[in-house]
């Protein structure tokens, strides 16, 4: 099973909201991404954790929180976005060591 | 600075023929490359990955050619089946870090390949 599930599948917010995305894998990868990716353009690596810590942050704005409660779950915590936000929100996961990461189908981002 | 460059936004084959999909980087600390396809309204998908240290990496109908030399890896599909539509990443890492921090991908910006029936 290399299933990595996103919830909710679509999300239109507008500039004021609070939102969060969610992503969960049972496989035991130690190792937790999110990525956006706009409209034609290649995913961009956002945010990773490694053992429920944040390893890696790509100087991602602090209106995106992310949040990693346990090692079966990630979550990507939005507030105050911009209209230029609006894109696709992966998530994936790898064991730690290994380049092959297991991607959901993503979230699709709209904000007003 | 784009390191991991597919210069074929398309590409279109005939089912049963050879598809080869490019893919140039110019980070030379990438050691690990890994292709990956994407259908609509799904997530990326693994197909198959290459190692520095190798040259060539065969998974049934899919093979990925690694030319250290050029910064160039291709991956051929033999034969092209119609189901093969989608869009093709591919992706590079490398560097320190990754058993400790997780690994960072870098991606291209995908090829589009369509197999006609």
């Known amino acids: 099973d290399t299933e990595v599930t996103q919830t909710p599948k679509h999300l239109v917010m507008g500039m004021t909201n609070k939102k969060s995305l969610k992503c969960e894998q049972h496989?035991?990868?130690?190792?937790m991404y999110w990525y956006k990716q706009k409209a034609k353009k290649p995913p961009e690596l956002m945010f990773v954790?490694?053992?429920?810590?944040?390893?890696i942050n790509e100087s991602v704005p602090s209106r995106f929180s992310p949040e990693c409660p346990n090692s079966s779950l990630l979550n990507l915590h939005l507030h105050a976005l911009q209209p230029e936000d609006s894109a696709l929100y992966l998530c994936?996961?790898?064991?730690?060591?290994?380049?092959?990461?297991?991607f959901g189908a993503g979230t699709r981002l709209s904000v007003l | 600075d784009q390191q991991v460059k597919q210069n074929s936004p398309s590409l279109s084959v005939q089912e049963g023929r050879i598809s080869i999909l490019n893919c140039d980087y110019t980070?030379?600390?990438?050691?690990?490359f890994l292709w990956y396809k994407k259908y609509p309204a799904e997530g990326p998908t693994f197909l198959i990955s290459?190692?520095?240290?190798?040259d060539k990496n065969e998974d049934g109908r899919f093979t990925v050619f690694l030319n250290k030399s050029a910064k160039h890896l291709s991956l051929h599909i033999v034969p092209s089946q119609p189901g093969d539509s989608a869009v093709y990443f591919c992706?590079?890492?490398?560097?320190?870090?990754?058993?400790?921090?997780?690994?960072?991908?870098?991606f291209g910006e995908g090829t589009q390949l369509t197999v006609n029936p």
């Open positions: 980070n030379s600390m990438f050691d690990y």
């Open positions: 496989m035991g990868h130690r190792a």
């Open positions: 994936a996961s790898s064991p730690l060591g290994i380049d092959i990461q297991y």
């Open positions: 992706a590079a890492s490398g560097g320190a870090g990754r058993e400790t921090s997780g690994s960072r991908l870098t």
């Open positions: 954790y490694s053992y429920e810590k944040l390893s």
């Open positions: 290459i190692s520095s240290i190798k």
